[in-house]
């Protein structure tokens, strides 16, 4: 007995000492993955050459359907066929799962041999930090040479995006609309207390207390007046609402940008902003347990069981089939929701953020001999009907052109709905359908929901594109932020979560101490470099 | 005996040795090359032999930043707190098992109580979440049909505390109370019977005989936990941590993982854990060398 002891106890101990090697090992065994079985392998009858092999990443979302998967699947095969055959390439597909895609790419970027030839991220830090650290392929003039068409597709404004200290060290994916969040409300919940649609910040928690006290859906007290979570979609509309006007030199220097979004934190007005959301919190108005829901999982639910009365949220997420609105129409009878432009700031705008006009960052490792290959298969997306056929399917079987617009057929055949299910994915190089106007976008944007949503999509599309913020782009990338983002979102949460939920006689002091905590921990470091770079664009 | 002779009689138990040594060399000793990264500024492309030498440098920022002390403190005060609460159970399980006659009674409570040590820790916290939380935890919606005001188990600081440490009892439990059983089937049954024949009742033998008994497990166990104050597990702090109560829950292990694995620091993420290895072993070898003196038991 006291020898097995004995044994456990020094597993134990090597176990303790060993602890730091976690992150070591991780590395080591990131180079012995992947590797998959080639089935085409010499498939290739009609060229004499040996065909080269092309690896591109891929998100996985784990949402195949049977028969097929992440790296073979109708569009694999398609692009196999059309791309790769007529090049003599080989396409490959790696799969990276969606929800830890940096985590993810780190290593692979890591493993140095086996990583794809065409990686991406939507995290700009992590695009800085490669290539600060030398890691990518300049795409500048293979761009010249074999991208026409992707950089005629992109124009010269998405393409800037990519740009690290001069160089072309990405290809952003062009974005076909960038608004980004509308509010919605009950309808019916306002109908019944004869309540009108309310119009600033200050008649919504009149509207809001109103759903609490007069209880409107009958819950007996299960009411969430505001649904609120801590997901940028659901607390960046409140809080850009309260951000004060202010000079450009501000603007450029007092925004952080951490991860992809530009965060308020030292604009003026965001103390307020917490402010408000204490008073509604401690009044009863936000669900208590929102600092809890991190993936809007619970609001979902909320929203679909008709507990909600307001929210924001992205411009079209409760319109999916089967998403909340839908479910909330079968959960409660005469259940209706209009999608509203609520928060007003110190000018009596609607001011919300929009998106950059890029999306994913689209690299080549420095390490990939295949750079010339990757480029064509870019700009092959980019040319022709490639990237149209790719978002919109096989006409008849997917979709009508009506007026120039691709329309989902309805009822389509279960083969011509699995086969869309990783077209986003698949078309990397643009965030959402590209009919060649944001107008024609948007309406496209709108058909592919069910038709008793179209019209109400197109209102919160609308809303989504009022009075947007734009995002502050400045002339280099500022490296405290490419180095304390992940920092400092969490605590930027934090705050929001800790200052919500405070005793309203607290509340001053814990701010101060937030504060303080966050300059600390990186937030002065990123408040300086952005004054010093603003000042070199000004002397410009 | 030559050293042949000897090699060639007991060839086959050194042999035997093998697989074990050549697993810690590969997957334990191996990986120590990676502890220079905590010395250079580490650069994946360039590979850690290319990458250059900064000296103490990383050292220095690691120990220049706030929430390392924080995330040290939670550690700490974690563990410590665990070790009050967790530790103890097992052994009062143990002995509580040990004394039931009825044997089939004995082996279900033993395989209920067993069974939390085999859900992974993450489905612990959606268990958790769904119990316990404010507004539609089933606890508090019991509290509150009852007329009680609901308890922030997960959002108040201190609440979550206690629910971190009785869902640790909960998960570990059971399974802890395996090592002491084991022990206690080594005690001399006639020693028991001895003292029930001089009129020792059952409080009295547990005190005279079955906890000297259990004294060198006790003591090897505490040891090792002693060694482990410094590190901890990555996923039951994180999994049942939240925002709300960073303030406690954010520790050692999930400050790796974010300046690590999620802003790529590979540099400061190998400081800390190099930082954890040298003082658990200062731990260890602590106690160690406490037990030595105290009790004269000791595992070195």
Redesign the interface.
């Known amino acids: ?2 020898r ?3 044994r ?2 020094y597993t ?3 176990r ?13 065994t990131a180079c012995s993955s992947k590797n998959e079985p080639n089935a085409a392998e010499g498939a290739n009858g009609g060229t004499s050459e040996k065909p080269v092999t092309l690896k591109i990443e891929v998100f996985d979302r784990g949402n195949s359907p049977a028969g097929y998967t992440i790296t073979d699947n109708y569009w694999t095969k398609w692009i196999g066929e059309n791309f790769g055959k007529p090049n003599n390439i080989d396409v490959k597909y790696v799969p990276v799962p969606r929800s830890e895609e ?2 993810k790419l ?1 290593v692979l ?2 493993s ?1 041999s086996d990583v794809p030839d065409i990686v991406f991220t939507y995290d700009p ?2 695009f800085n ?2 290539a600060k ?3 990518l392929t300049d795409l500048g003039p293979l761009l010249d040479e074999h991208g026409p068409n992707l950089k005629q597709f992109l124009g010269e404004d998405v393409l800037s995006y990519g740009q690290f200290e001069g160089t072309q060290y990405a290809i952003p994916a062009k974005r076909s609309n960038l608004g980004k969040y509308a509010s919605f409300i009950r309808k019916d919940w306002l109908d019944k207390l004869s309540l009108p649609v309310p119009q600033t910040t200050d008649e919504l928690y009149e509207t809001l207390k109103a759903f609490k006290e007069k209880d409107p859906g009958e819950l007996g007290g299960q009411v969430i007046p505001l649904g609120m979570t ?1 997901a940028s979609a659901q607390y960046e509309p409140l809080i850009w609402s309260f951000i004060k006007s202010v000079s450009e030199e501000e603007r450029y220097t007092l925004t952080q940008q951490l991860g992809s979004n530009d965060y308020p934190i030292l604009l003026p007005g965001f103390k307020d902003a917490l402010q408000f959301m204490n008073k509604l919190y401690n009044e009863g108005l936000i ?3 929102f ?2 829901d991190k993936d809007k999982k ?1 609001l979902g639910e909320d929203i679909s069981n008709g507990k909600v009365g307001f929210f924001s949220e992205d411009d079209i997420n409760i319109y999916y089939e089967n998403g909340s609105y839908d479910l909330l129409q079968k959960n409660v009878k005469g259940a209706e929701i209009a999608a509203v432009d609520v928060y007003t700031n110190d000018e009596g705008k609607h001011a919300k953020p929009k998106y950059a006009p890029n999306g994913l960052y689209i690299m080549i490792p ?2 990939s001999e295949r750079a010339v290959e990757a480029i064509k298969y870019l700009d092959w997306m980019a040319s022709g009907d490639n990237l149209f056929t790719i978002q919109n399917g096989i006409e008849g079987e997917n979709y009508t052109l009506v007026d120039d617009i691709p329309v989902a057929v309805e009822n389509q055949t279960e083969e011509a709905l699995n086969r869309m299910y990783n077209a986003g994915d698949m078309a990397i190089i643009s965030n959402g359908k590209q009919l060649g106007s944001l107008e024609k976008n948007l309406k496209a944007r709108a058909l592919q929901m069910p038709k008793q949503f179209h019209e109400q999509v197109a209102v919160a599309q609308q809303i989504a594109n009022a009075d947007t913020i734009d995002p502050v782009l400045m002339d280099r990338p500022i490296e405290a932020q490419t ?5 400092l979102l ?1 605590k930027f ?2 705050i929001i ?2 200052m919500t ?1 405070a005793k309203p006689d607290q509340f001053e002091s814990i701010y101060e101490t937030m504060i303080k ?1 966050y300059m ?2 990186g937030g002065q470091a990123i408040l300086d470099e952005r004054t010093e770079v603003y000042k070199e664009m000004q002397s410009k | 005996m030559s050293a042949i002779a000897y090699l060639r009689r007991y060839w086959q138990l050194y042999a035997l040795l093998v697989l074990p040594l050549t697993y ?1 060399i590969i ?2 000793y ?6 220079q ?2 010395f250079k500024d580490f ?5 850690i032999h290319r990458s250059e030498w900064i000296g103490f440098e990383a050292f220095r920022e690691v120990f220049g ?3 390392f002390y924080l995330t040290l403190r939670n550690t700490l005060m974690l563990n410590f707190l665990d070790l009050l609460v967790s530790f103890p159970a097992p052994l009062i399980l143990a002995i509580l098992l040990y004394e039931l006659k009825a044997v089939w009674f004995k082996k279900l409570s033993q395989t209920i109580l067993y069974i939390p040590h085999f859900i992974s820790w993450v489905i612990i916290g959606g268990i958790v ?1 769904q119990v316990f ?4 935890g089933m606890v508090n919606n019991l509290l509150m049909s009852l007329g009680f005001e ?1 308890v ?1 188990f ?2 108040d600081k201190s609440d979550w505390l206690i629910t971190y440490l009785l869902v640790g009892v909960w998960q570990s439990a059971g399974w802890g109370t395996i ?1 002491y059983l ?2 206690l089937t ?1 005690i001399n049954k006639e020693l028991f019977e001895a003292a029930g024949i001089d009129g020792a009742g059952r409080l009295k033998r547990i005190w005279h005989i079955t906890l000297p008994g259990l004294k ?2 006790i003591v ?1 166990l505490l ?2 936990n002693l ?2 104050m ?2 901890i597990g990555f996923e039951r702090p994180y999994v049942i941590g ?3 109560v ?1 303030e406690y829950s954010d520790v050692l292990s999930t400050f ?1 993982y ?9 540099t400061l ?2 400081v ?3 930082f ?2 040298v003082v ?2 200062i731990f ?1 070898l602590g106690a160690n060398y406490t037990s030595k003196k105290l009790t004269d038991e000791s ?1 070195l």
Do not use: W
Request: proline share 2%.
């Open positions: 007995m006291f097995n002891m004995k456990k106890r134990g101990t090597k303790s000492l060993l602890l730091l090697v976690l992150i070591c090992s991780l590395l080591f940096v985590e780190n970027m890591a140095g830090n992590t930090r490669y650290q030398g890691g801590i669900s208590k347990d600092g809890l619970k420095k390490s180095k304390y983002a992940t920092t969490d949460n934090e979560v800790k939920m905590d600390a921990s | 810690f997957f334990k191996g990986p120590m090359y990676g502890i990264i905590a650069n994946f492309f360039q590979g930043m706030r929430d979440y939380g404010t507004e539609s609901a922030p997960l959002t090592i084991a022990a080594g060198p497990t090897v040891i090792i060694g482990h410094i590190s939240n925002l709300a960073r790796v974010r300046i690590g694995i999620e802003s790529g620091q590979y993420a190998t800390v854990g190099l954890q290895a658990g072993l260890v595992i």
